[in-house]
């Protein structure tokens, strides 16, 4: 079974500072791998997705994520942090029709 | 376009109940997935389902039950609701049942079992 750990339940940064969530993966195949967003009281919002074509993806909203086999690593980054991040992050990997998720990290910022 | 919704919003019911939460994909979805998501933890999957078969079942007991109608929209039933029923309930849909293919969440029912 596929499985996802995300380190950090909780990362605060400052505004304009960078912003790095990181993601781990486990699969035996190649696989597909996601990162969602979720506000408060809201569903998931889908940020960016990785199937195995370019291995640096550009999501929504300034983000983008790096795939790397060796690390079996899908970290999420962005530049430069707005007030309007501060979310829950979920990342995922594709188990045959599933969405396999890890536990969250809240991102907090500060002005 | 709209997105997935779902109803009802907020939902309160007591122990040995059952409930029906109900969603609508996207207008051209036919893959509709059930997900279960306790306060800070992540979504768990519970049903896929695809042209109205189930294509994939998660961990769950028999007191869940799905399905999908030939307009693609769906319904979830727990029977002989416990405590710990208490959740977010999410719905996805996606263009296909494939992996690759994004899945859509809706609003949620948040469901609270007393």
């Known amino acids: 079974a596929q499985s996802v750990t995300q380190l950090g339940s909780h990362v605060s940064v400052s505004e304009g500072a960078l912003v790095l969530l990181r993601c781990n993966y486990s699969s035996s195949v190649p696989p597909y791998l996601f990162w969602y967003v979720q506000y408060p009281n809201q569903g998931l919002q889908l940020l960016l997705k990785y199937t195995s074509a370019a291995t640096l993806v550009k999501g929504i909203n300034g983000f983008e994520a790096e795939f790397k086999k060796s690390e079996t690593s899908f970290h999420l980054t962005k530049p430069s942090a707005h007030m309007s991040d501060a979310a829950e992050y979920f990342c995922?990997?594709?188990?045959?029709?599933?969405?396999?998720f890890g536990k969250g990290t809240t991102l907090s910022v500060s002005s | 376009d709209a997105g997935v919704t779902q109803s009802p919003t907020h939902l309160i019911k007591t122990r040995g109940q059952q409930v029906t939460l109900r969603c609508s994909p996207i207008s051209g979805h036919k893959s509709v997935s059930w997900y279960q998501q306790v306060l800070g933890q992540g979504p768990q999957f519970i049903f896929q389902?695809?042209?109205?078969?189930?294509?994939g079942r998660g961990n769950f007991p028999d007191r869940f039950s799905a399905r999908q109608f030939p307009n693609y929209s769906s319904e979830l039933n727990v029977n002989a609701l416990l405590l710990g029923d208490s959740a977010l309930y999410l719905c996805a849909s996606s263009l296909e049942d494939r992996g690759l293919y994004e899945q859509y969440f809706g609003p949620g029912t948040r469901l609270t079992v007393t």
């Open positions: 995922a990997v594709s188990e045959g029709t599933a969405l396999i």
């Open positions: 389902y695809y042209e109205k078969e189930e294509r």
